[in-house]
C-alpha cells in the first residue's frame, strides 16, 4: 500500500482560491499550471466557494488530480440566505440557511430560530463546522424580511456586496448642520441669476445635478452655460461626510429607489439645482456660432437660479410642437446638440444608444406594467452638453493655451481599445445573420452595423455583444484617452452629487484656477490620486452589477404573471445544457434545457454559438428567432423557464 502511495502522490503541495460547483467538486488556479487543478467532490474538505486552500496534487491514472489538505483564509464567513423552517420535525436540532453561492446549506439551531420565520432572507455567520457534519454550523445574525418583497432584495443586495446604506447620526447632523449654516460668499462667484435657466430630468429625479443657462448676445452669438452643482464647496476634503461619500463613491439607483452617496438633505435638497431657488454652481461657460463653432470659453465658480424644471417628456414636446415654454432657447440648445453630436461621429464616435427597461410599481412596490425607454433628441440635448464640458475641462487642465501637454495631473475617464478575440467572435456570429464587420475600418463599420439593425429582432442581442467586446471605461490619472467616444482627453466633472469621481475633478479644477490666491492647498501624490481612481472604478463596477441584479428580480416578479403564455424571442447563447432566449416583449432572458426539446436531440456545436439537431441536422444559431412557452421563475436565482414551441 506504501508504494502505491508514493506513486499516487505527486511530490508537490500547492495554495490557490478553490472555485466549487453546485455539484460538490471543485477547481483550484494554481499560477504553474496552464488548466485548473480538478478536486473531487470527497476531497474537498469543508473548503468553500473563494477559500485560499493549500492542496497536495496527486495522478489519478495520466489526470493530476488535487486534495485540499488546509484552509489557509476563508473568503467570508458570512452568508445571506433563505431560513428553511418547514417540514422540520419536532425532533429535528436544526433549521437550515440556503445561499446561492455556496454548495451547501447552513444549519442553526432550532432553539435559536423562535423568533424567525420560514422564507426570511438573512445574514447568517458560520460559527464552527465539526467533522460528524456534512454541513457547517452558524448563526443568524441580521434578519432582512421575506425573501421576494422589495426592500428584502435591495438590502440583502446592498449588505452581499457590502455596500453601505445607512448614514450614521453623527453624519446625518454633520449634514444638518452644513445645511443651516449655508453662508454664500459672492465676491468671486460669476452671477448667472439673471440669465434664462433651467434643468431636464427624468420624471421621478430629485438630485439636479446640472442646469443649462442661454443668451442671445447678437445675430450669429450665443452664450451657452454648463453649470453643474457645486457639491465640494459644501463638502469639505477630509470631513466625515467627505469620508464616507469616498467609502460609497457612487449612489445607487434601484427601480423606484435611490441609494444616495450624500445624505437627502444635501443630494436632494442644498446641492440640488431646484427651480426659483439661488444654487451655488461649477461652470462651463462659452461663446458659440451659428455654425457650432466655439469662440470663447470661461470656467469657474457661479450662483445660479433655475427659472424651470423640464422632464425630458416635456421636453421633447417642445422640440416636436415646435411651441412652449423657453421654446427658443430649448431649440436653439437642440440644434447645436445636433452640431455636436455630428461633430462627435465625424471623428469616429461610437453611436450606441440602449434601450432601457423601465416599470410603474404599485404602493406595494411590486411591478405592474413594463415599459421600454429610448434616447429622445431631449436626452441627447442633455448628453451632447455633458460630453462637450466633460471634454472641454479635461483639455484645459492637460493642455497649455498653445496645445502642448501641460503634465498637470488630473482624474481622466479612460476607455481602452476593444478585446480583438471578442470583435473576431462577433463577426463571426453576424455574419450568419447577413451583416459584416470591416476590422480595418471598425468604429465606421460598427455605426453602419448599429444603423443596420435598428429595429429588428436581433438588435437587443448584437448591441449587447458590441457593448461585451468593448473594453470597461475606468478612472485613471494616466491618460489614454475614450476610444467609444473618440476624444484625447476626458473627464467625469457633471455629476458630482452622485460621483465621487467628479468631487475629484472639482477639486482639481478649483486648484489649478486659484492656484495663485491658494497657496496654501498641496496636491496629494499621483498615487494617492491613482488609488483613489482605482476604488471609484471599483465601486462603479459593483453600483452597476446591483443595479442589475434587481432590475432583474423585478423582470422575473412581473414576468410570473404570464406563466402558461407564449412569446417569441432571440436565441442569445448556449451552453452544454442550455439555450438563452431573449424575450423580445420583456428585453430579459430566459433558459430552455436542451434536454427538453422535444423536436430533436440536440448538442453545442464545437464553435459554442450553434447547435445541431442529432437526428435532422437542423441547426440554430445565435440570433434565430423561435418561439417558447414561459413555464415557471425562480425568483430567488433570477431564473425564467421557458420551453421550446418551434422555430419560426
Given at each position: 500500500?506504501?508504494?502505491e502511495?508514493?506513486?499516487?502522490?505527486y511530490?508537490?503541495l500547492?495554495?490557490?482560491?478553490?472555485?466549487?460547483?453546485?455539484?460538490?467538486?471543485?477547481?483550484?488556479?494554481?499560477?504553474?499550471?496552464?488548466k485548473?487543478i480538478?478536486?473531487p467532490?470527497?476531497?474537498t474538505?469543508?473548503?468553500?466557494?473563494?477559500?485560499?486552500?493549500?492542496?497536495?496534487?496527486?495522478?489519478?491514472?495520466?489526470?493530476?488530480?488535487?486534495?485540499?489538505?488546509?484552509?489557509?483564509?476563508?473568503k467570508?464567513?458570512?452568508?445571506?440566505?433563505?431560513?428553511?423552517?418547514?417540514?422540520i420535525?419536532?425532533?429535528?436540532?436544526?433549521?437550515?440557511?440556503?445561499?446561492?453561492?455556496?454548495?451547501?446549506?447552513?444549519?442553526?439551531?432550532?432553539?435559536?430560530?423562535?423568533?424567525?420565520?420560514?422564507?426570511d432572507?438573512?445574514?447568517?455567520?458560520?460559527?464552527?463546522?465539526?467533522?460528524?457534519?456534512r454541513?457547517?454550523?452558524?448563526?443568524?445574525?441580521?434578519?432582512?424580511?421575506?425573501?421576494?418583497?422589495?426592500?428584502?432584495?435591495?438590502?440583502s443586495?446592498?449588505?452581499?456586496?457590502?455596500?453601505?446604506?445607512?448614514?450614521?447620526?453623527?453624519?446625518?447632523?454633520?449634514?444638518?448642520?452644513?445645511?443651516?449654516?449655508?453662508?454664500?460668499?459672492?465676491?468671486?462667484?460669476?452671477?448667472?441669476?439673471?440669465?434664462?435657466?433651467?434643468?431636464?430630468?427624468?420624471?421621478?429625479a430629485?438630485?439636479?445635478?446640472?442646469?443649462?443657462?442661454?443668451?442671445?448676445?447678437n445675430?450669429?452669438?450665443?452664450?451657452?452655460?454648463?453649470?453643474?452643482?457645486?457639491?465640494?464647496?459644501?463638502?469639505?476634503?477630509?470631513?466625515?461626510?467627505?469620508?464616507?461619500?469616498?467609502?460609497?463613491?457612487?449612489?445607487?439607483y434601484f427601480?423606484?429607489?435611490?441609494?444616495?452617496?450624500?445624505?437627502?438633505?444635501?443630494?436632494?435638497?442644498?446641492?440640488?439645482?431646484?427651480?426659483?431657488?439661488?444654487?451655488?454652481?461649477?461652470?462651463?461657460?462659452?461663446?458659440?456660432?451659428?455654425?457650432?463653432?466655439?469662440?470663447?470659453?470661461?470656467?469657474?465658480?457661479?450662483?445660479?437660479?433655475?427659472?424651470?424644471?423640464?422632464?425630458?417628456?416635456?421636453?421633447?414636446?417642445?422640440?416636436?410642437?415646435?411651441?412652449?415654454?423657453?421654446?427658443?432657447?430649448?431649440?436653439?440648445?437642440?440644434?447645436?446638440?445636433?452640431?455636436?453630436?455630428?461633430?462627435?461621429?465625424?471623428n469616429?464616435?461610437?453611436?450606441?444608444?440602449?434601450?432601457?427597461v423601465?416599470?410603474?410599481?404599485?404602493?406595494?412596490?411590486?411591478?405592474?406594467?413594463?415599459?421600454?425607454?429610448?434616447?429622445?433628441?431631449?436626452?441627447?440635448?442633455?448628453?451632447?452638453?455633458?460630453?462637450?464640458?466633460?471634454r472641454?475641462?479635461?483639455?484645459?487642465?492637460?493642455l497649455?493655451?498653445?496645445?502642448?501637454?501641460?503634465?498637470?495631473?488630473?482624474?481622466?475617464?479612460?476607455?481602452?481599445?476593444?478585446?480583438?478575440q471578442?470583435?473576431?467572435?462577433?463577426?463571426?456570429?453576424?455574419?450568419p445573420?447577413?451583416?459584416?464587420?470591416?476590422?480595418?475600418?471598425?468604429?465606421?463599420?460598427?455605426?453602419?452595423?448599429?444603423?443596420?439593425?435598428?429595429?429588428?429582432?436581433e438588435?437587443?442581442?448584437?448591441?449587447?455583444?458590441?457593448?461585451?467586446?468593448?473594453?470597461?471605461?475606468?478612472?485613471?490619472?494616466?491618460?489614454?484617452?475614450?476610444?467609444?467616444?473618440?476624444?484625447i482627453?476626458?473627464t467625469?466633472?457633471?455629476?458630482?452629487?452622485?460621483?465621487?469621481?467628479?468631487?475629484?475633478?472639482?477639486?482639481?479644477?478649483?486648484?489649478?484656477?486659484?492656484?495663485?490666491?491658494?497657496?496654501?492647498y498641496?496636491?496629494?501624490?499621483?498615487?494617492?490620486?491613482?488609488?483613489?481612481?482605482?476604488?471609484c472604478?471599483?465601486?462603479e463596477?459593483?453600483?452597476?452589477?446591483?443595479?442589475?441584479?434587481?432590475?432583474?428580480?423585478?423582470?422575473?416578479?412581473?414576468i410570473?404573471?404570464?406563466?402558461?403564455k407564449?412569446?417569441?424571442g432571440?436565441?442569445?447563447g448556449?451552453t452544454?445544457?442550455?439555450?438563452?432566449?431573449?424575450?423580445?416583449l420583456?428585453?430579459?432572458?430566459?433558459?430552455v434545457?436542451?434536454?427538453?426539446?422535444?423536436?430533436?436531440?440536440?448538442?453545442?456545436?464545437?464553435?459554442?454559438?450553434?447547435?445541431?439537431?442529432?437526428?435532422?441536422?437542423?441547426?440554430?444559431?445565435?440570433?434565430?428567432?423561435?418561439?417558447?412557452?414561459?413555464?415557471?421563475v425562480?425568483?430567488?436565482?433570477?431564473?425564467?423557464?421557458?420551453?421550446?414551441?418551434?422555430?419560426?
Amino acid at each position: 500500500m506504501k508504494k502505491e502511495r508514493r506513486k499516487k502522490y505527486y511530490n508537490n503541495l500547492s495554495t490557490g482560491f478553490i472555485n466549487i460547483t453546485n455539484y460538490g467538486y471543485a477547481f483550484v488556479h494554481i499560477k504553474e499550471f496552464q488548466k485548473d487543478i480538478f478536486i473531487p467532490k470527497n476531497k474537498t474538505h469543508q473548503a468553500l466557494e473563494g477559500d485560499l486552500v493549500k492542496i497536495r496534487l496527486y495522478y489519478k491514472g495520466v489526470k493530476m488530480e488535487g486534495e485540499v489538505l488546509k484552509i489557509i483564509k476563508r473568503k467570508t464567513k458570512q452568508f445571506i440566505g433563505i431560513l428553511k423552517k418547514s417540514n422540520i420535525q419536532s425532533d429535528d436540532k436544526y433549521g437550515i440557511v440556503h445561499n446561492k453561492n455556496i454548495h451547501v446549506d447552513i444549519l442553526v439551531s432550532m432553539k435559536k430560530l423562535d423568533k424567525y420565520h420560514h422564507n426570511d432572507k438573512v445574514l447568517v455567520q458560520i460559527i464552527s463546522w465539526p467533522k460528524t457534519l456534512r454541513n457547517p454550523l452558524g448563526k443568524i445574525i441580521k434578519v432582512f424580511g421575506s425573501s421576494g418583497e422589495y426592500k428584502t432584495e435591495i438590502y440583502s443586495l446592498l449588505e452581499e456586496y457590502k455596500m453601505s446604506y445607512k448614514f450614521s447620526e453623527k453624519m446625518e447632523n454633520e449634514a444638518q448642520k452644513i445645511f443651516s449654516e449655508q453662508i454664500i460668499d459672492l465676491s468671486f462667484r460669476k452671477d448667472m441669476r439673471n440669465v434664462n435657466t433651467f434643468t431636464i430630468d427624468p420624471l421621478n429625479a430629485k438630485d439636479f445635478d446640472d442646469a443649462l443657462s442661454i443668451r442671445k448676445l447678437n445675430t450669429d452669438i450665443w452664450e451657452i452655460g454648463v453649470h453643474i452643482s457645486d457639491v465640494s464647496h459644501y463638502i469639505k476634503e477630509g470631513s466625515l461626510l467627505d469620508q464616507e461619500a469616498y467609502l460609497r463613491a457612487t449612489s445607487i439607483y434601484f427601480v423606484g429607489e435611490v441609494i444616495p452617496m450624500l445624505p437627502k438633505i444635501l443630494s436632494n435638497n442644498l446641492c440640488s439645482l431646484q427651480p426659483k431657488k439661488d444654487k451655488l454652481s461649477f461652470s462651463y461657460i462659452f461663446n458659440i456660432n451659428s455654425q457650432g463653432k466655439i469662440l470663447k470659453s470661461w470656467f469657474g465658480k457661479t450662483i445660479i437660479r433655475s427659472d424651470r424644471k423640464f422632464t425630458y417628456e416635456e421636453v421633447q414636446c417642445i422640440i416636436d410642437q415646435k411651441t412652449g415654454d423657453y421654446y427658443e432657447d430649448i431649440y436653439t440648445l437642440f440644434s447645436f446638440s445636433k452640431i455636436l453630436i455630428q461633430n462627435r461621429l465625424k471623428n469616429g464616435g461610437i453611436y450606441l444608444e440602449k434601450v432601457e427597461v423601465k416599470f410603474h410599481l404599485d404602493e406595494k412596490n411590486n411591478p405592474i406594467s413594463l415599459y421600454l425607454e429610448k434616447n429622445n433628441d431631449a436626452h441627447r440635448l442633455i448628453e451632447e452638453f455633458m460630453l462637450l464640458t466633460n471634454r472641454k475641462i479635461s483639455e484645459f487642465v492637460s493642455l497649455n493655451l498653445n496645445g502642448i501637454p501641460s503634465n498637470k495631473l488630473y482624474i481622466y475617464r479612460v476607455h481602452d481599445k476593444p478585446d480583438f478575440q471578442k470583435i473576431l467572435f462577433l463577426k463571426k456570429i453576424i455574419e450568419p445573420l447577413g451583416y459584416f464587420l470591416d476590422l480595418k475600418n471598425l468604429k465606421i463599420s460598427i455605426n453602419h452595423l448599429l444603423k443596420q439593425i435598428k429595429g429588428k429582432p436581433e438588435q437587443n442581442m448584437i448591441e449587447n455583444l458590441i457593448l461585451r467586446s468593448m473594453s470597461k471605461a475606468k478612472y485613471s490619472t494616466k491618460n489614454i484617452g475614450h476610444y467609444g467616444l473618440s476624444f484625447i482627453y476626458y473627464t467625469h466633472f457633471t455629476s458630482p452629487i452622485r460621483r465621487y469621481s467628479d468631487i475629484i475633478a472639482h477639486r482639481l479644477l478649483y486648484y489649478y484656477l486659484n492656484k495663485k490666491r491658494n497657496k496654501k492647498y498641496k496636491l496629494k501624490t499621483i498615487e494617492c490620486y491613482e488609488k483613489q481612481t482605482q476604488h471609484c472604478s471599483y465601486k462603479e463596477r459593483l453600483a452597476i452589477d446591483i443595479e442589475r441584479e434587481f432590475l432583474k428580480f423585478i423582470q422575473v416578479k412581473y414576468i410570473k404573471k404570464f406563466i402558461g403564455k407564449e412569446f417569441y424571442g432571440i436565441i442569445t447563447g448556449f451552453t452544454d445544457w442550455s439555450v438563452y432566449i431573449d424575450l423580445l416583449l420583456f428585453q430579459t432572458e430566459g433558459m430552455v434545457k436542451l434536454r427538453d426539446i422535444k423536436e430533436d436531440s440536440y448538442i453545442l456545436n464545437s464553435n459554442n454559438y450553434s447547435i445541431i439537431g442529432k437526428r435532422k441536422k437542423k441547426t440554430y444559431y445565435l440570433g434565430d428567432k423561435v418561439k417558447v412557452k414561459l413555464i415557471d421563475v425562480n425568483i430567488e436565482k433570477k431564473q425564467i423557464i421557458l420551453d421550446w414551441i418551434d422555430h419560426t
